[in-house]
């Protein structure tokens, strides 16, 4: 009795977390000229490619793609390989006051980004940062640095320290040390910061609404957002189409790296 | 019990910074002696009077994530704090005192969205977070249910943005759900969800369970396998099962993962911006929003910057009034952050 009662309750749960998935995937396969303004359940012919084409010309899904790979690929690297620095700062060297310096960095994971944007609007119209792709990309550094220092600062502490002590014996320079024992000791925990990173930039959507608006510099999800909001003008099978293609990078990594981005959730909790 | 799990959970942690004494007493008095400097975390591998360059040669290390952090965040976050006792339309500002705070109580739009952001936090602990844990329960050591949870973690991989997408097109009101309804003949059922207050915040809540679900799941299996085999085993000796089993057993050994869950899910309802934005834009009539909707509309739409920083510290206050509890977790060598 029990048992079937789970094996209901889950077999449930999972019927309801496919439908959404099915109709996204039904849907955005529909020919766009042949929907009838009703969703389909079932599917009306192979028409994806066509759909992103749409999508990604037309709606200029394609430009901001480009841009958003970008800046989640190279903020996510420079904001692990600074984060990493400043957890081996913290954890490693004798930086006085490591408490104080850990909060510092932290406290940007902890706080809502509506608490930065107004100033950071105000900041980059005075530096002429505003839509520009390098504003976008220092601000997505400096967002993604706190959480991957935390990750990162988690790990090194489970580094015993007699390997430094054993490496500043034989001489070795603390550039050395963290280039040779630490970058290489903490590839896993490295590489989980890097994709939590890549797929925290790759999502974002109000940092890119509020410090951009031309097509070349919005991230990805601002253009989906836009497409969106052509919603009867375009068709839902362009704009699912368009939902897929955008979601197809991050579902990528998480398929295949399912292992690392696990263990880094555990290592968030600990 | 709880003390025993913890230390479970933690031991991959721990064990190689610092070996227990009881199980290596030989070494332990001459690690005493290494380690009187003060200053000197079990971790830090050199000391403040180390040959290499002194107390400032770590400084250049950690000052690329300050210059970042300190420019773009810290500096914006004060700005913020600072910019909330001023009247600013984004041309000219005048300082207002506490007049912003003091508009926030008669504001029946504020009051809305604290409503709505109180809707937001309940429907995450009674949704994403209970049925995260009936579904990691179900689930744990059924045939298949490594599966079932790697479905339902799915969504976690796609954006919110998507998600919303996806969502606008089951809730809009031709959509797929009320089309459903119709076809099973529940007419009287299909609504306009998006339209209305309060389903459109319900409607929302439930788009947003479909995401973050997953992720409760994957946190709870990882406390459930973490349970000693033991206590679970004496219990079964001593009669428990089903219920009794789930309530005096599982639900007490688990109390430390949901601590862990119960505040990251909370901290991301009242994050939650993208869902609502694309969904419903806050709308109709502003009766969807929460607090992070009405500090962006406020801020960026209406131009009352002053009053919309107002709003962006009483939310941060509320961020981090609600997950107190999960933040002391995250610092639980205090030794260290004493500093």
């Known amino acids: 009795m029990g048992r079937v009662v789970r094996n209901l309750f889950v077999a449930g749960c999972v019927l309801l977390w496919l439908i959404p998935l099915y ?248 | 019990m709880r003390a025993h799990m913890r230390a479970r959970m933690r031991a991959h942690m721990t064990e190689i910074a610092t070996p227990a004494p009881a199980s290596a007493p030989a070494e332990a008095k001459p690690r005493r002696v290494r380690r009187r400097v003060p200053h000197r975390t079990p971790h830090q591998a050199v000391r403040p009077s180390a040959r290499l360059g002194g107390p400032l040669a770590a400084l250049p290390w950690a000052l690329p994530a300050f210059a970042f952090v300190g420019v773009l965040l810290v500096y914006p976050f004060f700005r913020s704090v600072y910019g909330s006792f001023f009247e600013d339309d984004g041309f000219t500002s005048r300082f207002t005192g506490i007049d912003n705070y003091t508009r926030l109580a008669d504001d029946p739009v504020f009051g809305r969205s604290l409503l709505n952001t109180l809707m937001w936090v309940a429907g995450t602990l009674l949704l994403p977070v209970l049925l995260g844990l009936l579904i990691a329960v179900a689930t744990h050591r059924m045939r298949f249910g490594g599966i079932a949870q790697m479905v339902i973690v799915l969504p976690f991989a796609i954006s919110a943005a998507a998600t919303a997408v996806l969502w606008n097109f089951m809730l809009t009101s031709d959509g797929a759900v009320n089309q459903f309804l119709r076809g099973v003949g529940l007419d009287s059922w299909a609504q306009t969800w998006l339209l209305e207050w309060p389903q459109n915040t319900l409607a929302l809540i439930v ?58 899910a909370v901290v991301n309802s009242l994050k939650a911006f993208d869902l609502i934005w694309i969904l419903t834009k806050g709308g109709p009539s502003r009766s969807s929003e929460t607090l992070a909707l009405t500090m962006y509309r406020e801020a960026f739409r209406l131009f009352h910057v002053g009053y919309g920083s107002a709003i962006a510290l009483v939310l941060s206050v509320i961020v981090v009034a609600s997950s107190w509890a999960y933040l002391r977790r995250q610092m639980p060598d205090t030794g260290w952050a004493r500093g």
């Not at chain 1, 490619?49 to 709606?59: G, H, I, K, L, Y």
């Not at chain 1, 980004?113 to 839509?131: H, K, R, V, W």
């Not at chain 1, 400096?142 to 054993?166: H, K, S, Y």
């Not at chain 1, 925990?189 to 890549?198: D, E, M, N, S």
């Open chain 2, 207 to 264: 788009a947003g369970t479909w995401q973050a679900t997953g992720i409760n799941v994957v946190l709870f299996a990882i406390g459930l396998r973490v349970i000693p085999r033991d206590t679970v085993e004496a219990a079964e000796l001593d009669g428990a099962s089903g219920w009794r089993m789930f309530r005096y057993i599982t639900l007490p050994q688990l109390r430390a993962v949901t601590v862990v869950v119960v505040g990251m």
């Open chain 1, 23 to 270: 109709l996204l995937v039904v849907n955005a396969l529909t020919p766009s000229t042949e929907y009838e303004g009703r969703p389909d359940w079932t599917f009306q012919g192979f028409d994806l490619v066509d759909n992103v084409r749409t999508a990604w010309t037309e709606a200029g899904i394609g430009d901001s793609f480009q841009a958003s790979l970008l800046y989640a690929a190279v903020c996510g690297l420079v904001a692990v390989l600074v984060a990493a620095m400043a957890a081996f700062a913290v954890v490693v060297l004798p930086i006085p006051r490591p408490a104080f310096w850990f909060w510092l960095i932290y406290s940007g994971t902890l706080f809502p980004l509506q608490m930065f944007l107004a100033p950071l609007f105000g900041l980059y119209a005075d530096a002429n940062l505003y839509d520009t792709r390098l504003g976008l990309m220092l601000v997505y550094v400096a967002w993604a640095v706190p959480f991957a220092f935390f990750l990162i600062r988690n790990q090194m502490t489970t580094m015993p320290p007699e390997l430094t002590e054993a490496a500043l014996i034989d001489g070795a320079s603390f550039g050395r040390i963290f280039w040779r024992i630490h970058v290489p000791l903490m590839r896993a925990g490295l590489g989980a910061a890097f994709l939590f990173q890549f797929t925290a930039v790759w999502n974002d959507l109000l940092l890119g609404i509020t410090l951009s608006r031309s097509a070349d510099v919005q991230p990805v999800m601002a253009a989906l957002t836009t497409l969106n909001n052509a919603y009867s003008s375009s068709g839902p099978p362009v704009i699912l189409a368009g939902a897929l293609v955008v979601s197809a990078p991050t579902l990528l990594l998480f398929l295949v790296f399912r292992g690392l981005f696990l263990r880094g959730i555990t290592a968030s909790t600990r």
